[in-house]
């Protein structure tokens, strides 16, 4: 079902703002062993009709359809994908469209070690592995899990079977974690890894995200400074999510500042769900099914053209639009009422991949 592509990238297409179209978030479960605190908080959902979720064939042709649009890199992500059995035969179909110049992993890192091998020899490129927490007391009250050697594990088998560019998640909380930035640093740095703060984000509705929980971009940098004197902002590249910055001793790490400093304006990123649903941004509530017309037979020239306008018509600006409801007192609380997150399992940040 999947084409062998061997031919140059294309052009991207671009949106109503001149924003490319380059980059896929390609959610392969929306299922997770694990209960965050500000992504799945509840023990039960309503999980998407597993007879919906895409093959990885299906998940490799759409891909192919993104790249003749203009897309080049791939993350995989969840819910937990390495949940998906065999995901390495999934980075191999991918990789066969040569135009998919990076395919990336987003795990929590349970699974990891034992997986590892067989994901690199498959040809990933890159690894992230969300950790909030050094302490496994917390790891345990925020996840609800008692998981957190699994994961140190799963880390430390990264560079083991020869990944390198390893990235540290860190959703960054007041008065949860905010004390432990320099301890992940310094964590980081015994694996060659590095760490990206992020600002904590009020996706979805049934994480009781407020504003006095986000630990801000300037929060972090002050309290970093104290600790290790000057700190260096690096030129940014291009629509990478993350502001990186380098320590005095050359050390590197990143804050993605989605909540006070939002990046609409250079989000290149759109996201498929594990049963086809296409959204054009995390804080969007509405999508469109790919699904359907993939498997109804419609053409490759007729679902390129409906992904082209779907992109070419693009006007999300979500964080920036949620950043604007402060001046009017209207932010606090989440996204989407919980009732209507029981209803559609698409609107909850772990079908939709982060």
């Known amino acids: 079902m999947t084409p062998l592509h061997t031919g140059q990238a294309a052009a991207p297409v671009t949106d109503t703002y001149d924003r490319p179209l ?95 091998q067989d994901l690199y020899d498959a040809g990933l490129h890159r690894v992230t592995v969300s950790l909030d927490t050094l302490r496994p007391e917390r790891f345990r009250q925020l996840t609800r899990r008692d998981e957190f050697s699994r994961v140190i594990e799963g880390i430390e088998s990264v560079g083991k079977v020869g990944f390198t560019n390893l990235k540290l998640d860190t959703v960054a909380i007041r008065g949860f974690n905010d004390d432990e930035l320099v301890a992940l640093i310094e964590f980081a740095k015994h694996y060659r890894a590095e760490v990206r703060f992020i600002e904590y984000m009020d996706v979805g509705g049934a994480n009781e995200w407020s504003l006095d929980k986000v630990l801000s971009r300037a929060a972090m940098l002050e309290q970093l400074g104290r600790h290790y004197g000057p700190i260096e902002p690096l030129p940014e590249r291009g629509a990478a999510p993350a502001q990186r910055f380098r320590l005095p001793d050359g050390t590197t790490f990143g804050i993605i500042p989605s909540t006070t400093t939002p990046f609409c304006a250079q989000c290149d990123r759109s996201r498929v769900t594990a049963d086809g649903m296409w959204y054009l941004c995390l804080y969007a509530t509405s999508g469109t099914d790919l699904r359907n017309p993939l498997r109804a037979g419609v053409g490759a020239d007729r679902m390129r053209a409906m992904i082209k306008a779907g992109w070419e018509g693009r006007r999300d600006r979500g964080a920036e639009e949620r950043k604007a409801l402060e001046r009017v007192g209207l932010r606090d609380g989440g996204l989407i009422g919980i009732d209507r997150l029981r209803e559609d399992p698409h609107l909850e940040m772990h079908a939709r991949g982060g």
């Open 22 to 116: 380059k980059s896929l978030r390609l959610s392969v479960t929306d299922r997770c062993n694990l209960r965050c605190q500000y992504c799945m908080p509840e023990e039960d959902y309503v999980w998407l009709p597993r007879e919906d979720v895409l093959t990885f064939e299906e998940m490799a042709t759409l891909a192919g359809y993104f790249a003749d649009l203009g897309v080049d890199k791939v993350r995989l992500t969840g819910g937990e994908p390495l949940l998906r059995r065999d995901l390495p035969r999934l980075v191999r179909l991918l990789l066969q469209d040569r135009r998919i110049t990076e395919i990336a992993l987003t795990t929590n890192g349970i699974l990891l070690a034992n997986q590892a």
